[in-house]
Each structure stands twice: as C-alpha cells, then as structure tokens.
C-alpha cells in the first residue's frame, strides 16, 4: 500500500526488517494471548505478531489505513477498532491484555497515561517511543530526566528500556531517535500510596515548577514543622525526590488530622 505519513497523526512507519524481529523476540506473543496493538498502521508488527498468535485487536484512527487492513487481512484473524486510543476502553476485551504499538510520539504519554487507568486489565505492555521519553520514564532520582513522569510510572510499573532505534529505521525518518520499553505493572506495588490522588496532585504539583526547592512548591501541602516531622530537607527539588519520598509525603498529608 503507498500511503503518504499523516503528521497529525505522527505517524513514522517501521521498515527495517532486523529491528522488527529483535522488537517480536522482547514481546514474545505466544498462541493464546489477547494482544492488542496500537497504531498498526502498514503492519510492521501486525503481520510477524500474527504469524505468532491466533487473534489480534489493533487500534487505529486513520480511516485510510483502516480500509487497507480490511482488505489485507482475514477477518477471523484481526479486530480492528477505529477509534482513538485516547478513547478506548482497553477493559473490554477482558483481562491479562499484552498491549504494544510504535505511539504517535506527539500523544504518547497521554496515551501512556490512559493506559494507566486500565491497568488491572493489563498484563505487559511494549511501546516504541520517543528515546527522550523512555529515558524519562526509566529515569533515577537526581538525574536531569527524572520528572513526573518518571514518579508516576514508576509507581505503578516495572519498566525496562530495550533497544535504541535510530531514525533511519523508519519511513519517514523522525528527526529524533526512538527506543523500545518493557512495562509490566507491579503484582506488589513497592509503596502504596493511601490516596492515588492525593499522591497523583503532589506529584504534579511538586514538579511543576522544578527548580524551585519543594518548600515552595509544596507550601499548599507541607508547613516547615511537616518537613522536620517527615524529616525531609525543604530545600531539596522534586527530582531529588524518590518515588517512596514522594509516598511517604502524600500519606504523612493524607492522615494529618
């Protein structure tokens, strides 16, 4: 199929073949798996994912490539959801769901996000990404990537970054180089926050301003007399901050009478 990239749906195609098969061997589908992939577009891991299993959901929004993959493959072989991944319930294909996809880099981590919201139906996930973004995601206290993104998914998953994908590998090349994530989300959450909210604003809140120390980016919160009971020092920045830091912070608040 000739297809022109849309960049409103950031689409860059997968073409090189020894990528592709190093990207199947991290998922490793097995026969009976509910895998649902995003962003199919031309079927660089549509069609090895289906030499390996016996059924596959894909989600994809262009309405151009979705009559392309009605024509290319079996009906009995592949759902196909045009909808948005933004918007779509991952719950209802049930439980255990193995999800992976080459993201729209403009709207992976809302999607990443999303994903979040759905992670009691989900087993593992695999994404190409920005490398930037999966950098960030895998980030360590202290570092210059570490961010919200990095605390907030953290928190719920296990990742691991797999392969660095250079630009070539990809029709239209991006101008960026991308890379392969594993994410498994915790059985046992290492530290459980008592309010996920409370935590979820904390996080953000603490962040949004991130060169300012968290005395001042956490004043709604935290008085100077809560920092030296947490015994925290309030001149520290967010990205100082560990992951149980920032759980011990939001539970120490959620119980203040």
Known sequence: MKHV?????????LTDQSIIHSLIDAINPLPDQVIVEIGPGLGALTKPLLKKIQHLHVVEIDRDIVSWMQKEYASNAITIHNVDALKFDFAQLGSRLRVTGNLPYNISTPILFHLLENLAHVSDMHFMLQKEVVERMVAQPSTPAYGRLSVMLQYHLAMEYLITVPPEAFDPAPKVESAFVRCVPHITKPFVADDVTLFA??????????RKTIRNTLKDFLSDEDFTQLNIDSQLRAENLSVKDFVHISNYISHKP
Do not use: E
């Open 5 to 13: 990239a849309k960049k409103r749906f950031g689409q860059n195609f």
């Open 201 to 210: 604003q904390l996080v953000m809140a603490a962040f949004g301003q991130r």
